[in-house]
């Protein structure tokens, strides 16, 4: 498996690996209406291009297939963090995960599905408190979750 920067040509697989995993990695989690409310299938390519560039943002690749990918804010939040729904508990999302968190220095924040709240706190992120997040009128619970580094 490599980890790269993200590149532009990378958003549209990155799109659909995102409303697929959503779709089927979260459904143990949340209903099939907070599933469409959170990932509609309608993107706007150039908008997620231009957050992966503003933001540290990589792929990781296995076969020429992107199997997961991240990004994080130079202040600390990481944004998202997402595997394909077919490579699934191999380490990927444990490898782009670090990487991310090496690209910056001291407090990373996270907004952890349900699903992802326990990966985090195995990394040591620790909640600081349980949200309901509105989506189209819908909505989802996710977990405003923190670590502490010490650079």
Known sequence: MEIRKCRQSDCKAITELFYNTVHTVNAKDYTKEQLDVWATGRFDLEEWNRSFTEHYGIVAVENEIIVGFGDIEKNGYLNRLYVHKDFQGKGIATAICNDLEQ?????????????????FEKRGYGVIKEQKVERGGIFLTNYIMKKERND
């Open 103 to 119: 690209a910056v220095t001291g407090t990373i924040t996270v907004h952890a599905s349900i699903t992802a709240k326990p990966f």
